[in-house]
């Protein structure tokens, strides 16, 4: 148990729709990443959060968006959704410096 | 920018082997942090070792060893007397240590490891 819980751990939608990932990271933890994993890829890095504050973007579509509430949580927001946004998305925290915790990762599927 | 390479995308060896993942990278950088990443069929990213950059010496986890070369920008892992267990997709990653980076990290495209009986 890496400590970062993310939720839900699978959705299916359908295109056009708006869905939200939900990131708790680990207790102490400033640092909130996001990251895509489509299907047998690599990590495809989207946006970082540092104590509220957006410190990195990454190759993050306009339709997606985040934010980091004061409470250290993370929301990643997909909108007008298409199929090829089916993927593995992962939220990591670090106490800098240091490695990366990952969460299990929420599983979107859109029909 | 920084890169991280891993030229292997596909590899196999037998059970109780000894296999070496190769990743190369580039930054400018001179305090950074390296480090290997597990991801089995569960899809759990499954942190493996760390090196920081300022240490010479090379990281050791039981049966997992690092051959990290600064000089040649070249940090590879080893894994000793391989199990079934140990077949997962393998990536490497890199982080540069500055306070303003706030610790954003590179990833390779990962090296898909198989383990045979």
């Known amino acids: 148990d890496s400590g970062v819980t993310q939720t839900p751990k699978h959705l299916i939608t359908a295109t056009g729709q708006r869905v939200t990932l939900r990131c708790s990271p680990r207790s102490g933890d400033l640092s909130v990443y996001w990251y895509q994993q489509s299907l047998d890829q690599g990590l495809q890095f989207l946006i970082q959060y540092y104590n509220g504050e957006e410190r990195a973007k990454g190759n993050i579509l306009e339709r997606f968006s985040a934010q980091q509430f004061p409470d250290l949580h993370s929301e990643l927001n997909l909108s007008s959704l298409e199929l090829g946004d089916s993927a593995l998305y992962f939220c990591?925290?670090?106490?800098?410096?240091?490695?990366?915790?990952f969460g299990e990762g929420s599983r979107l599927t859109v029909l | 920018a920084q890169t991280v390479t891993q030229s292997q995308p596909e590899m196999s060896v037998q059970e109780a082997e000894t296999v070496t993942l190769s990743c190369t990278y580039d930054t400018s950088e001179n305090n950074y942090y390296l480090f290997w990443y597990k991801q089995p069929p569960s899809r759990q990213m499954i942190l493996v070792i760390r090196?920081?950059?300022?240490?010479?010496q090379n990281a050791t986890e039981n049966r997992f060893s690092v051959n990290f070369q600064k000089a040649a920008k070249s940090f590879s892992l080893k894994i000793s007397d391989s199990q079934l267990g140990d077949t997962a997709m393998y990536f490497c990653a890199f982080m540069i240590a500055r306070v303003s980076t706030a610790g954003k990290s590179t990833f390779g495209d990962g090296t898909t490891l198989t383990v045979k009986p």
């Open positions: 990591a925290s670090s106490l800098f410096p240091g490695e990366l915790f």
């Open positions: 090196q920081e950059a300022y240490k010479q």
